[in-house]
């Protein structure tokens, strides 16, 4: 039978090979991708990393009441929830590597995406935005998020 302590001693030598570096996405550049006749594609990086950190759909609320002021408001919110959800878990959104975007109307996407754009570091994740028949409040928008973790 194999041991804890020999079992341990394996798990750290393969921990130990297995650190990676994550630098900040800031000091990266963004990779390019060709997808036929699509045009070129903005993907954002690869990342190999220990630590992924995947947010739920993050809603426009503080203190639990959703706020007013309509989309840019609202998405404004959201970016300053999920940010907040990223430092409890250790990272931030110069981390992000995608995000998904969930709109209650497609018309909202051009004043959506004129606070995301200001908001969010560049280079931006990847990113996918589409209309929803029904989000589950009376909210506009809905985010969620995927980051890498940095090492310590
Ligand atoms: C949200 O709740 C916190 C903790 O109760 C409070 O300190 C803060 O002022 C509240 N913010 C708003 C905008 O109501
Ligand atoms: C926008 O949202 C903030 C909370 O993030 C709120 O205090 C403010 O009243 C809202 N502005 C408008 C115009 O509703
Ligand atoms: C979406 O927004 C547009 C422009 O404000 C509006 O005309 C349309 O009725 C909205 N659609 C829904 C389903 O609310």
Known sequence: MVSFTSLLATFVVVASTTVATVTPKLAEQPVITYLGTQGPILSSGAFTTKGIVYTAGTVPSLNGTIVSGGIKNQTAQVIKNIAVILAEAGTS????????????????????NEVYGAMLPTPKPARTAVEVGKLPGAFLIEIEAIAAIPDK
């Not at 959104?93 to 959506?112: E, I």
Request: glycine share 0%; net charge negative; hydrophobic share 50%.
């Open 93 to 112: 959104w110069d981390y992000v590597l995608k995000t998904t975007v969930f709109l209650a109307n497609m018309s909202d996407y051009t004043a959506m």
